[in-house]
């Protein structure tokens, strides 16, 4: 999935802003804060909203005019509206159906394990929990064998247990050569996912690949560690004498710190610690998850 | 032709609601004591001809025809189920064409029901006012269908839309003028029943190949461009 120089205005308003990346296998995350122009976006790549300018390529043509792209979609939007008279199977049957499926019912059943949806499937999808639609939601994105997946806040309404159920699977799906994008605002969700990110803000681009990796190249925003030690008080003062460390807290045996040159850092802490015959416990990063990750991007 | 009967019986699954049978019963009842009011009067025919016209194919058939015509996919549009069909690998004209004619098969009985009940109420069913109740309420049911499906994926809130539509046009500006009644409706269904029952009508001045002709085109021109606004539209 290639999207070029992609933007789009709604009167003076610009939403997305010459965003441009190629997806590939694999789970991605669409991150942003809420206006940030995620929705805006996915909806253009799966041809639902036409680029105000730019291209969109999904296999190879644009989804909005090409029947051959959209075969190869598979979304479950945000919203919750379903055909509320439809039964979950009659639901998911459609979409084979308009698929192009050719054995409808097996990959109707197929489609149904694969959410772990059993029951009472003939009942109208109005009467049943929001989980339950939701699962109906990821069936029907999946009847079809899709190559590209688009799941917008796809865990809306699961339990805990279906939520590692569903993480799973969309793991299963990118192993096997999928591309699945993945819009959540839910960071520790998200970080489930896999580690590969596209982060928007404010409608630009403003990161994308591997979340760690994003980290690691902003060398304008300082690393804070947490070391476990004995000795804290020692080793703190060495420290920041030594200009390892620019900030310092010390919390019971703990020291949190905060480090602009953190492979110095890294090499020498060790050393610091042996001078004053201190036992290190452990050392860890502080602001390395996704969530500190997504919040100097979006600053 | 699997995809058109999947949406097909789509959308005639969501069409019958309680609602709306609720009103082509109140519309039958109505009507029944309408042509039961007729059957007194001194010209019984000429009278039942006259409420059909106006009140059944002026009013009551655009109506339910609006309500059910821009229900069947203006449903989808306003409560974004819209995206299940419309990214599907499925041609438009498919899509426009099967959700028009599930929106027909529904409006058809919902329409001759009220019709024919004023007519068999009246006593007046032969002389062609029958055949021409028929014909003409089918004629026009087609038509007004069609169109409303096209209104409800042209706008987000189409029974206001329709209700002016009805009332300014085909109920009040089309029938000053001569070149008016050409774009209305309603002047083809009015002729169809007054060529068939030999009574006249104010509204009836259209040929008797037009009345066939011009509500199957309108019909056929809906879906068309239903078809053209499927493929242009943003989809929620």
Redesign the interface.
């Known amino acids: 999935m290639v999207a070029q120089g992609v933007s789009k205005a709604f009167g003076s308003l610009v939403a997305v802003s010459e965003v441009s990346f190629a997806l590939g296998p694999g789970v991605t995350a669409l991150l942003g804060p809420n206006g940030a122009g995620k929705s805006t976006l996915l909806?253009m790549l799966?041809?639902?909203?036409?680029p105000t300018t730019g291209s969109i390529a999904v296999a190879g043509a644009d989804p909005r005019?090409s029947?051959?792209a959209?075969?190869q979609?598979g979304?479950v939007?945000q919203?919750d509206?379903?055909?509320e008279?439809?039964s979950v199977r009659s639901?998911v049957e459609?979409?084979a159906?308009?698929?192009?499926v050719t054995d409808i019912k097996s990959a109707t059943d197929q489609a149904l394990e694969r959410v772990e949806l059993d029951g009472p499937l003939d009942r109208p999808l109005g009467s049943f929990s929001k989980g339950m639609r939701q699962r109906a939601k990821i069936a029907?994105a999946l009847v079809h064998d899709p190559s590209v997946l688009f799941l917008d806040e796809p865990l809306n309404g699961l339990d805990p247990r279906q939520r590692r159920s569903m993480i799973a699977l969309f793991h299963d799906l990118g192993e096997q050569g999928k591309t699945v994008v993945v819009s959540s605002h839910v960071l520790d969700e998200v970080e489930r996912f896999g580690s590969n990110v596209l982060v928007i803000a404010r409608g630009r681009l403003a990161a994308q690949g591997d979340f760690r990796a994003i980290r690691s190249l902003m060398n304008d925003q300082p690393l804070r560690f947490r070391l476990t030690c004995t000795e804290t008080l020692k080793v703190a003062a060495a420290l920041v004498g030594g200009g390892l460390a620019t900030g310092i807290e010390i919390i019971g045996d703990s020291i949190e710190l905060t480090t602009v040159d953190a492979p110095l850092f890294r090499a020498r802490v060790a050393m610091v610690c042996k001078h004053y015959d201190a036992r290190l416990y452990e050392l860890s990063p502080l602001d390395e998850d996704l969530e500190s990750v997504f919040r100097y991007l979006v600053s | 032709m699997?995809?058109f009967l999947?949406?097909y019986k789509?959308v005639l699954?969501?069409q019958v609601t309680r609602g709306r049978v609720i009103l082509v019963v109140l519309a039958t009842v109505l009507f029944a004591v309408l042509g039961r009011i007729a059957r007194g009067e001194s010209d019984p025919t000429e009278t039942v001809v006259g409420v059909l016209a106006l009140l059944g194919q002026g009013l009551i058939i655009p109506v339910i025809c609006l309500l059910l015509g821009s229900g069947s996919m203006g449903d989808w549009h306003n409560?974004?189920?819209l995206?299940?069909?419309?990214?599907?690998?499925?041609?438009r004209i498919i899509v426009a064409a099967a959700a028009t004619a599930a929106a027909i098969t529904v409006a058809i009985p919902a329409t001759v029901l009220p019709m024919v009940a004023a007519v068999a109420m009246s006593g007046e069913v032969g002389n062609g006012v029958l055949r021409g109740t028929i014909t003409s309420t089918l004629a026009i049911t087609v038509a007004y269908t069609a169109v409303f499906t096209l209104l409800g994926l042209l706008v987000r809130k189409p029974l206001p839309f329709g209700l002016i539509y009805v009332f300014v046009w085909e109920l009040f500006i089309s029938r000053t003028a001569e070149g008016a009644q050409r774009l209305s409706i309603n002047s083809y269904g009015a002729s169809m029943l007054s060529r068939a029952t030999d009574i006249s009508l104010d509204f009836a001045g259209r040929g008797q190949t037009a009345t066939i002709i011009v509500p199957v085109a309108v019909a056929l021109a809906a879906i068309a461009l239903s078809s053209a606004r499927l493929?242009r539209m943003?989809?929620?």
Request: proline share 4%.
């Open positions: 909806r799966c041809g639902l909203s036409v005019t029947s051959a959209r075969a979609i979304l939007p919203q509206g379903v055909f008279r439809d639901f459609l979409a159906t308009l698929g192009g029907s | 699997n995809q999947a949406i789509l699954k969501h409560d974004e189920t995206v299940y069909v419309w990214l599907r690998p499925v041609r493929n943003e989809v929620a």
